[in-house]
Structures are given as structure tokens and as C-alpha cells.
């Protein structure tokens, strides 16, 4: 029988010496635990088992028939459909492939002997490997912005062998992940206002700068508008190997005496009542001989090194907008926001144009293994 959360946090506080509590505080402690792991408990997917087997003296994945290939995707889909949905963060997809080595002996005069495959053992390692070259090629054509390098960060394949009297290979898939504890990006969001600080040289000017999960199905185009409340700030957006900037963007010819407080301004700033562009000027790429740009500029270079490509953005009516299309195994989006000016207070709000679940993609064939 499956414990109760209740019973579970009891057996934890006993082992730690904490008993008699009071009905409200034991309330209160259970309120406080529920709330935490209902909002990044570790979730576990049901698994998936299937057996595949090739043909008497076969083990490349051209060799395969095409009826294979879609029977193997077609056990597949609960996997990749979990994958591709992109609600788990953290995920880690297990595949466990146990190969049975024929006892039949092979032949010497075979060409099984004369490609290297001088025992059935060899033969079971020969079919694992096609066979996770076949698995391999199924999610990537089945999963947008799936490669082999993602999958090697989210895929585990245990492969062995196993003396048997067939040819089969068991395999059984699990998925495991966990729910978001941050601001979760996903379809039809608006975050209300993110508050970050006024920054300054030891963070690099970086106000706000938050690794945010994102819920998206891959294939997804997506466009995330950010929009500062009046004090400009420089927003820049990085998802998987894709980055963007917005500039110093807000309200620049908005006059700045009313937003700060006696003190808060060099006189000369006051005395001329200069607007957010005038001032944004000054302190970004004269003050100093441009500390605060170069600073900037560095941390942004840091970006950049990870992530090759550009992704496009542009002015909108809900603020600057960066679009990009999501990709499978890439659940994350990174948010730093420079601040400079003033204490850095957005939203964000995210639209989506889901794919067409009516296109079907291409399944691997026989021939593209050769």
C-alpha cells in the first residue's frame, strides 16, 4: 500500500526525535511539505516494454524491414509523445536493452565469422547497437530539434546480453523528472510584475537573471514579450544554443526627475530634467569611459559563447518580443535582465502557434542506415 504524505512526514519527524507536536502545528508542517513537493516532487512516468527481434543471421539496421521501423516507432510513441510535450524538467529517459545470445555456434565459414562476429555473444552486441542506431534515428525525425548530442544528455541506453534460446531484445523505458519550483514559461502566460534590483559593477550590472522552466511541445513557435515598467532596461534571452537582446528598451523620452528620490541623481541631471534616453546615455556609455557598457558587453560574450545563433526580436505593442521554436530535450530558457538605471520591474507575457498535430513526419527507412 502506497504511504500517505502524512504518514511519510510522521516516520521522518520521529527518526529526527520530534513527536507530540499539536494537531495545528503537525497541520502546519504537512501544509508547509505539501506545498514544497507538490510544487517539484520527482514524477516517474509509466514504463515501456516491447520486445524486437531480427532476423537469423541479421544485426544491421539496414537490414530491418520498413514494418519493423513502424512497429518499433509505434512502441516508441508514449516516450517520444512525453518528450516532445516538454512538461517534465530535468528529465532522464532510461532505455534498457537486454540482448539474448543464440547458443547456436557460428558458423566459421559464414559471413557472420568473416565481418568479426565469431560468437553469439558478439552478434547480441552487434543487434543492441543497430538497435539504438534505429532508436536513435526514430526520435530525431519524430521530435523537432532532436540530435544525437541532445539525446546524449537526456538518454541513457543500457545495453546488455544474456544467454538465451532466441533472438530477441527486451527493452524497457522509463522517464523520470520533476515538476517546476520557478516561474514556469508556458502557452497563454502572463508572470504579472518580476522585480529585480538596481545593479551595479560587482554583478556585472545584472539585475534580474533567472534560469526559468519552460512547458512548451516542441515544435512550438514561440514569442515572449518583456515589458520594464517606464526605467529602460536591457533584456537578453537565451534558449539552447540561441540567444537575443533587446537593447535598452523602455519608455526613453519619459523625463527621469519624477522616479527618483532627492539624492538619487547627480545634481546636473536634475538641473536639466534629462530624459531616460539622455540619461541611459550617459551612464551606459560615457560615464567612466563606458564601464558599464564594457561590463555588459562581457557578460553578454558570455552568453554568445554558448549559444551560436541569434534569434530574431523586435519592438511590439506588449513590450520586446523574442521568437524562437522550441526543440525536444531543451526544457530551459535563461533570462538576464541588466538594470543599471534603477530598480528593474517587468512582465513577461508569452503567445504560441502550436505545430500542426495533422503532419505526420517521415519515419526513418531501411536505406538511410547504409
Same mark, same amino acid.
Given at each position: ?18 513527536? @507530540? ?36 543471421? %541479421? ?21 517520444? @509523445? ?18 539474448? !545470445? ?10 557472420? =565469422? ?6 553469439? %555473444? ?14 536513435? !534515428? ?25 544467454? /538465451? ?11 523520470? /523528472? ?7 514559461? %508556458? ?9 529585480? %534590483? ?11 537573471? #533567472? ?10 513557435? #514561440? ?20 540567444? /537575443?537582446?533587446?537593447?535598452?528598451? *523602455? $519608455? ?6 519624477? =522616479? ?10 536634475? !538641473?536639466?530634467?534629462?530624459? +531616460? *534616453?539622455?540619461?541611459?546615455? =550617459? ?21 554568445? !559563447? ?17 521568437? +524562437? ?7 530551459? $530558457? ?37
Amino acid at each position: 500500500m502506497k504511504k500517505t504524505l502524512e504518514s511519510r512526514i510522521a516516520e521522518q519527524l520521529l527518526k529526527i526525535g520530534v513527536k @507530540n507536536l499539536s494537531s495545528a502545528d503537525t497541520r502546519k508542517i504537512h501544509e508547509r511539505v505539501r506545498t514544497i513537493m507538490e510544487a517539484g516532487e520527482p514524477v516517474t512516468v509509466d514504463p515501456v516494454n516491447f520486445i524486437f527481434t531480427f532476423q537469423l543471421a %541479421k544485426y544491421n539496421a539496414n537490414e530491418v524491414s520498413q514494418a519493423d521501423i513502424n512497429k518499433l516507432a509505434a512502441d516508441l510513441k508514449p516516450i517520444i @509523445n512525453n518528450i516532445g510535450a516538454g512538461t517534465l524538467i530535468n528529465a532522464k529517459t532510461t532505455i534498457t536493452l537486454v540482448g539474448e !545470445a543464440d547458443p547456436t555456434p557460428i558458423s566459421k565459414t559464414g559471413s557472420l =565469422y568473416k565481418a568479426g562476429i565469431t560468437d553469439n %555473444k558478439k552478434l547480441a552486441e552487434a543487434r543492441l547497437a543497430s538497435l539504438e542506431r534505429i532508436i536513435r !534515428a526514430i526520435i530525431i525525425s519524430q521530435l523537432t530539434g532532436a540530435t544525437d548530442a541532445l539525446i546524449d544528455k537526456a538518454v541513457v541506453f543500457a545495453k546488455s546480453t544474456k544467454t /538465451g534460446t532466441t533472438r530477441n531484445i527486451t527493452a524497457n523505458i522509463t522517464q523520470t /523528472g520533476e515538476t517546476a519550483t520557478e516561474t514556469v514559461f %508556458k502557452c497563454d502566460f502572463n508572470s504579472g510584475e518580476l522585480n529585480g %534590483k538596481q545593479a551595479d559593477a560587482s554583478t556585472s550590472y545584472v539585475g534580474y537573471e #533567472v534560469t526559468h522552466p519552460i512547458t512548451v511541445p516542441a515544435g512550438t513557435e #514561440v514569442s515572449l514579450h518583456f515589458d520594464p515598467y517606464t526605467i529602460p532596461d536591457c533584456f537578453v534571452l537565451k534558449y539552447g544554443d540561441s540567444w /537575443g537582446t533587446s537593447g535598452f528598451y *523602455g $519608455v526613453m523620452d519619459e523625463p527621469i526627475n519624477n =522616479y527618483y528620490a532627492e539624492g538619487e541623481l547627480p545634481d546636473w541631471v536634475r !538641473a536639466k530634467n534629462v530624459n +531616460f *534616453g539622455q540619461y541611459a546615455q =550617459y551612464i551606459i556609455y560615457k560615464e567612466n569611459g563606458g564601464a558599464v557598457n564594457k561590463a555588459i558587453q562581457q557578460k553578454i560574450a558570455q552568453v554568445k !559563447a554558448g549559444a551560436p545563433n541569434q534569434m530574431s526580436g523586435q519592438d511590439s505593442e506588449l513590450g520586446w518580443k523574442f521568437t +524562437f521554436t522550441t526543440k525536444a530535450f531543451e526544457n530551459t $530558457v535563461q533570462l538576464i535582465v541588466f538594470s543599471p538605471l534603477g530598480n528593474t520591474k517587468f512582465e513577461v507575457a508569452i503567445s504560441c502557434k502550436l505545430p500542426d498535430p495533422n503532419i505526420l513526419k517521415p519515419l526513418p527507412t531501411p536505406q538511410s542506415f547504409n
